[in-house]
């Protein structure tokens, strides 16, 4: 067979148009020397492609293991990989044939220490507008956090013994002296932390953490069903059993007692549902009406919660005291709102009124009847600015803390590499937040912090790996 055919063969064969049999039958030869030109087209194919399969023990690159390098992959195992120091040196002996001590381990740590002690020292703190601060403990002993809302940056994260005003205000002077002076923080009610941030930021409005007040709520709300389904099973259990297992009158009175404990924890479950989704959906929501009218709704729901205390004080009264005494500052929010729905009334020369109701049309979804019905009294009076106002107003709103979820995800990232150790001071937590605050965040919800370390998203500026910041010289492969 002439070359040429044998190529138009094989291109036959590795196309699969055509059965072997009919090819063989069109080029007038054997099957099996069809099979043969196919072959050698599809080995052509794939060493041209490089599809063939390299061995699981082909070489793909050498890497040369120095002192330095093992430096970095021990740093690298105990901050992303969590790993202890007697994990690190088993890995480095069962992967890389290397025995470490661990005073070696440790000298690696504590040389990464003092060069991330240096650079938390000179960091400048002066672009945080709003902070959140919390506690957390580890084998019951306080540490104190603290970080920038908009850029995740920690500020603070230090071991303590105690939790007073003076432990917060001494650190907190710390972040001052290198430039911290937020308009608002957020934060919970603990006396050391309020009273503290207090003697150090007089100025600073601090505001009451809704998730902690909504967590309280939700927890009171889910006893009360709980209660109620309980109460309503044993009616159930109670009318199903005969009657002859107790006499005519105690059942009577077995009976009426159930249904009247049935109808009292029915109405304290209905009636807390009802205060409960308003304070969340109405009152404790960014897409809300005007801080007056927060105030009036949330004065309301406080004394229906007296009413309900009367029936049940044990569980309600300690929620509707934290209620009552935390309304302006669970609500403070609503006045940020307030002061920037001022400033944009004035630039797009509208009502104020006009403001807030555009606030207020969020609660609906965008692609819902409710959202384009209640938008058409907005949409003619702004007309062809509707958009613009939109977009101004749902900038606000982001942009415009209410919670200190922000500290919480700190928290979490912190418990993870502390959990398994029993000494987190001589400056590991000092080494930890510098890690924290210089690796790239790999998730977000907001496009902007994507794939930028929140050293990055504070100061405006990059910076080198968080390794090359210690010193070393990361290995490249060759080109």
């Given at each position: 067979?002439?070359?040429?055919?044998?190529?138009?063969?094989?291109?036959?064969?590795?196309?699969?148009?055509?059965?072997?049999?009919?090819?063989?039958?069109?080029?007038?030869?054997?099957?099996?020397?069809?099979?043969?030109?196919?072959?050698?087209?599809?080995?052509?194919?794939?060493?041209?492609?490089?599809?063939?399969?390299?061995?699981?023990?082909?070489?793909?690159?050498?890497?040369?293991?120095?002192?330095?390098?093992?430096?970095?992959?021990?740093?690298?195992?105990?901050?992303?990989?969590?790993?202890?120091?007697?994990?690190?040196?088993?890995?480095?002996?069962?992967?890389?044939?290397?025995?470490?001590?661990?005073?070696?381990?440790?000298?690696?740590?504590?040389?990464?220490?003092?060069?991330?002690?240096?650079?938390?020292?000179?960091?400048?703190?002066?672009?945080?507008?709003?902070?959140?601060?919390?506690?957390?403990?580890?084998?019951?002993?306080?540490?104190?956090?603290?970080?920038?809302?908009?850029?995740?940056?920690?500020?603070?994260?230090?071991?303590?013994?105690?939790?007073?005003?003076?432990?917060?205000?001494?650190?907190?002077?710390?972040?001052?002296?290198?430039?911290?002076?937020?308009?608002?923080?957020?934060?919970?009610?603990?006396?050391?932390?309020?009273?503290?941030?207090?003697?150090?930021?007089?100025?600073?409005?601090?505001?009451?953490?809704?998730?902690?007040?909504?967590?309280?709520?939700?927890?009171?709300?889910?006893?009360?069903?709980?209660?109620?389904?309980?109460?309503?099973?044993?009616l159930n259990d109670l009318s199903r059993r005969s009657s002859?297992?107790?006499?005519?009158?105690?059942?009577?009175?077995?009976?009426?007692?159930?249904?009247?404990?049935?109808?009292?924890?029915?109405?304290?479950?209905?009636?807390?549902?009802?205060?409960?989704?308003?304070?969340?959906?109405?009152?404790?929501?960014?897409?809300?009406?005007?801080?007056?009218?927060?105030?009036?709704?949330?004065?309301?729901?406080?004394?229906?919660?007296?009413?309900?205390?009367?029936?049940?004080?044990?569980?309600?009264s300690p929620v509707r005291t934290t209620l009552e005494n935390?309304?302006?500052?669970?609500?403070?929010?609503?006045?940020?709102?307030?002061?920037?729905?001022?400033?944009?009334?004035?630039?797009?020369?509208?009502?104020?009124?006009?403001?807030?109701?555009?606030?207020?049309?969020?609660?609906?979804?965008?692609?819902?009847?409710?959202?384009?019905?209640?938008?058409?009294?907005?949409?003619?009076?702004?007309?062809?600015?509707?958009?613009?106002?939109?977009?101004?107003?749902?900038?606000?709103?982001?942009?415009?803390?209410?919670?200190?979820?922000?500290?919480?995800?700190?928290?979490?990232?912190?418990?993870?590499?502390?959990?398994?150790?029993?000494?987190?001071?001589?400056?590991?937590?000092?080494?930890?937040r510098y890690f924290l605050n210089h690796k790239p965040l790999?998730?977000?919800?907001?496009?902007?912090?994507?794939?930028?370390?929140?050293?990055?998203?504070?100061?405006?500026?990059?910076?080198?790996?968080?390794?090359?910041?210690?010193?070393?010289?990361?290995?490249?492969?060759?080109?």
């Amino acid at each position: 067979m002439p070359l040429e055919r044998k190529k138009r063969a094989a291109l036959d064969a590795i196309s699969q148009k055509k059965t072997i049999t009919e090819l063989a039958d069109e080029h007038n030869t054997s099957r099996k020397f069809m099979r043969q030109q196919g072959r050698k087209a599809q080995a052509a194919v794939d060493n041209v492609f490089h599809l063939d399969k390299a061995s699981n023990d082909d070489v793909i690159y050498y890497l040369p293991v120095t002192k330095t390098w093992i430096a970095q992959l021990v740093l690298e195992l105990m901050f992303l990989g969590h790993a202890s120091y007697r994990n690190i040196a088993m890995m480095l002996k069962d992967l890389l044939d290397y025995d470490i001590s661990l005073g070696s381990i440790n000298t690696i740590f504590n040389n990464a220490v003092a060069e991330a002690r240096e650079i938390n020292a000179g960091e400048d703190l002066t672009n945080m507008a709003v902070t959140a601060n919390d506690e957390l403990f580890h084998n019951n002993k306080p540490i104190l956090s603290g970080v920038d809302t908009r850029s995740l940056y920690c500020y603070l994260l230090a071991a303590e013994d105690k939790r007073d005003e003076d432990t917060w205000a001494i650190h907190l002077m710390d972040a001052e002296v290198k430039g911290l002076n937020p308009d608002r923080t957020i934060g919970d009610d603990a006396k050391g932390l309020v009273s503290g941030h207090t003697l150090v930021f007089p100025k600073t409005v601090y505001h009451y953490d809704n998730f902690h007040l909504s967590r309280a709520l939700m927890d009171l709300r889910r006893y009360f069903r709980n209660q109620l389904k309980s109460t309503i099973t044993a009616l159930n259990d109670l009318s199903r059993r005969s009657s002859q297992l107790m006499s005519d009158s105690e059942f009577a009175d077995t009976l009426l007692l159930l249904r009247r404990e049935a109808d009292r924890n029915r109405h304290l479950s209905t009636t807390l549902d009802t205060l409960i989704s308003w304070l969340e959906h109405d009152i404790l929501n960014k897409a809300g009406p005007t801080p007056d009218e927060r105030r009036e709704l949330y004065d309301f729901v406080v004394e229906e919660f007296k009413k309900l205390e009367c029936i049940e004080p044990h569980r309600i009264s300690p929620v509707r005291t934290t209620l009552e005494n935390k309304r302006d500052m669970a609500l403070g929010f609503a006045d940020v709102l307030a002061e920037k729905f001022t400033l944009l009334s004035k630039h797009f020369s509208l009502p104020i009124q006009a403001i807030w109701a555009m606030c207020k049309l969020q609660r609906c979804q965008h692609s819902s009847d409710q959202y384009y019905f209640r938008s058409l009294t907005l949409q003619l009076e702004l007309e062809d600015r509707f958009d613009e106002v939109e977009d101004a107003v749902l900038g606000v709103m982001d942009t415009t803390e209410r919670t200190s979820s922000m500290v919480e995800n700190l928290n979490g990232r912190v418990r993870r590499p502390i959990e398994n150790r029993r000494e987190i001071d001589h400056g590991y937590l000092d080494l930890l937040r510098y890690f924290l605050n210089h690796k790239p965040l790999i998730r977000s919800a907001r496009p902007e912090r994507k794939g930028r370390t929140p050293a990055e998203i504070l100061s405006g500026k990059s910076h080198p790996h968080w390794l090359e910041l210690l010193g070393f010289e990361r290995f490249q492969r060759a080109a």
